[in-house]
């Protein structure tokens, strides 16, 4: 599996995914799932993947070869007029290339399926934040949700629909991506730091600061040391219960 | 869906168990998926099940039943020499169900499988816990897992992972029960209040108390109003994330 989140704040967007893919429990390995393309001052599109990584690596190839080769008629993503076309674009690759495996009449344990979280922003537009569902359509996070997690969501949720505000600081959601990240990894094997982190500052229209977050990077290690502790005193500070 | 669990303290054992069962969004409905047996100052036995609703309840009835006609040769519950004994005729029983609904032939959208926690002392033995799987294997909760969780046990899981402890009072374990109920329920439709709690005191051989809790139960709504503020607080409490 993976985890991967995209958060849209008012400071801009932020993207966070762990790297561990696995065919089956003896075969880890370590995949960056964040993908970004950017024309410095005029957009930047970042992408984030999770599914069958033979799927997720050929909707990636497919988006830089038709990037390069500006005269195939197919649009590409760095001249699309608008996040939303972006999308599109990347949703139609992406049903494309789940077609093309299913086609073949070959049949595999698992599916052949993906689904892709693209943030960015394109100028004359807004920060936008889509989530594209292996089928080739797509969401846009809106003002009551406005964050998107795919892969092994759930043990990182309950923090983030509680913690999540959308005036928070680039800092803050650091933390508590963090923490989202921290307790999926204590709970799942099939997710696993080194985690890329990504941040989009609103009207840069660039890559902001993109870093990777290893297992034993300090804050890291700080957060999932101290958030057990943290959440033992957060219950404790809950009323007791009592027998009538 | 389904969120039960089955705690394994020094005091004895802690059940919960959520009582909503759909078939399809716009069918839900209150079903009780606890069930319990007790000869008083014998033995205790506990089931909490999850799964298809037809093969639990059918699971329940054959045990039911069997308890009663004594002059049946297949031994059942209340005579079981050990809670393992016992483990292993709900497991016969629930691959008996599973295999007969599946014999016909039919096809359903889900499956028919069910799995099951059941936890009890009987006089001779000390308090156990049990995961019954569909298979009709099981496994038995020991001191490094002393837990067991079925349904949609994922969003409630961190908060068990991170603030079980096995010498906790029977009072800080519903509250530590109730946080991890109402994380599920924050995001997940498929569980709901009311909830079925029980007791088991260790060494008491009989039911302790066991009562419902309500969606306007004043501590559950306490503990739901508050939770939020206190996931904020630790969230808080942790050292802030700052760029070199």
Redesign the interface.
């Known amino acids: 599996m993976t985890y991967c989140v995209g958060l849209n704040l008012k400071h801009g967007l932020i993207f966070m995914s762990d790297t561990r893919t696995n065919a089956g429990l003896d075969n880890i390995s370590v995949f960056r799932k964040m993908h970004s393309w950017e024309i410095p001052g005029e957009r930047v599109i970042t992408l984030l993947t999770a599914g069958n990584l033979a799927t997720t690596q050929a909707v990636i190839s497919l988006l830089e070869e038709r990037n390069k080769s500006a005269d195939e008629r197919i649009p590409y993503l760095l001249q699309a007029p608008s996040t939303f076309q972006a999308a599109q674009i990347v949703a139609d690759t992406l049903r494309e290339v789940i077609a093309r495996q299913a086609e073949t009449g070959q049949k595999a344990d698992s599916t052949f399926n993906a689904t892709i979280i693209l943030g960015g922003q394109i100028k004359g537009g807004a920060p936008r934040l889509f989530l594209i569902y292996p089928e080739g359509n797509f969401i846009e996070a809106g003002n009551d949700t406005p964050f998107f997690q795919i892969g092994e969501t759930?043990?990182?949720?309950?923090?983030l629909?509680?913690?999540y505000d959308p005036d928070m600081s680039v800092?803050?959601a650091?933390?508590?991506l963090?923490?989202s990240f921290d307790?999926t990894v204590?709970?799942n094997l099939s997710v696993s730091p080194p985690f890329d982190i990504q941040i989009i500052e609103k009207d840069s229209y660039r890559l902001g600061?993109s870093w990777r977050m290893e297992a034993d990077d300090p804050?890291y290690t700080?957060?999932s040391q101290?958030?057990?502790e943290?959440?033992?005193?957060?219950?404790e500070?809950?009323?007791?219960?009592?027998?009538d």
Chains 1, 2 share one sequence.
């Open positions: 759930k043990y990182g949720r309950p923090i629909v509680r913690a800092e803050d650091i933390k508590l963090t923490v307790s204590k709970a600061r804050y700080t957060v101290n958030w057990g943290a959440l033992k005193a957060a219950l500070s809950l009323p007791a219960f009592h027998f």
